[in-house]
């Protein structure tokens, strides 16, 4: 009986000092979708989030490390995307957007872009290209015919002089690059048409062509 009041704490001081010392299994790895593994070893439930310890540093990096991955990692590279949206290349000062023209930068710490007129987006990725319209001119005559293509797209007719006076809008329709007239010109009658393109003219300071003759015209 003596022997057992003295080996009875004896394995029980054995057995916690082993638990002290073996480390606790909590059963989780570095894996898609939150990592893997089994339930941790020793404890069920959750650790609240309260009761893990504050990162100081909060670093900005894109850092990987070879071995020993874990949630500050994780933390890590998403406050260094945060940052390249903040500063997007405009060196910093919190803005989400810059303005460019013709690919350099004219404008940064803007919000928001609004336009007014006449314009046309186009998007090219994660690019808004801006384009205005350009002023073009085109001149008919000794054309007999109710339809004259121009030398562009029209976005929009400025004005369409006959003979030197303003033809009213009821008497022609366009669409793409042709202008149709609701009557027939004569041979002699001079067709000027004013309008606003969005397509790109390689002539510097030109506005379009004169035209002559009828074959291409459809022309009687």
Not at 47 to 58: G, R, V, Y
Not at 121 to 140: L, Q, S, Y
Request: hydrophobic fraction near 30%; proline fraction near 4%; glycine fraction near 12%.
């Amino acid at each position: 009986m003596r022997n057992l009041e003295h080996v009875i704490p004896y394995i029980i001081d054995n057995i916690r000092r082993e638990i002290y010392a073996r480390p606790l299994f909590l059963g989780g790895g570095t894996a898609p979708s939150g990592g893997n593994g089994g339930p941790p070893g020793g404890f069920i439930g959750y650790l609240p989030q309260t009761k893990i310890a504050f990162d100081e540093t909060e670093a900005e990096t894109d850092y990987i490390p070879p071995s020993g991955e874990s949630l500050l990692d994780n933390l890590n590279r998403i406050r260094y995307r945060i940052k390249q949206l903040e500063d997007n290349g405009t060196g910093g000062g919190g803005s989400l957007k810059a303005i460019l023209w013709s690919g350099n930068i004219v404008a940064s710490g803007v919000e928001y872009i609004d336009f007014y007129g006449d314009v046309k987006v186009e998007i090219e990725g994660n690019t808004a290209k801006i384009f205005h319209p350009v002023h073009a001119r085109n001149e008919f005559r000794n054309i007999s015919s109710n339809s004259f293509e121009v030398d562009y797209e029209i976005f929009k007719i400025l004005t369409i002089f006959m003979n030197g006076s303003v033809l009213k809008g009821s008497l022609y329709t366009y669409n793409g690059n042709t202008v149709n007239t609701t009557f027939t010109t004569s041979f002699d009658d001079e067709i000027i048409i004013e309008y606003l393109t969005f397509e790109i003219q390689e002539e510097s300071g030109a506005y379009g062509n004169d035209s002559y003759g009828t074959s291409s015209y459809g022309g009687i």
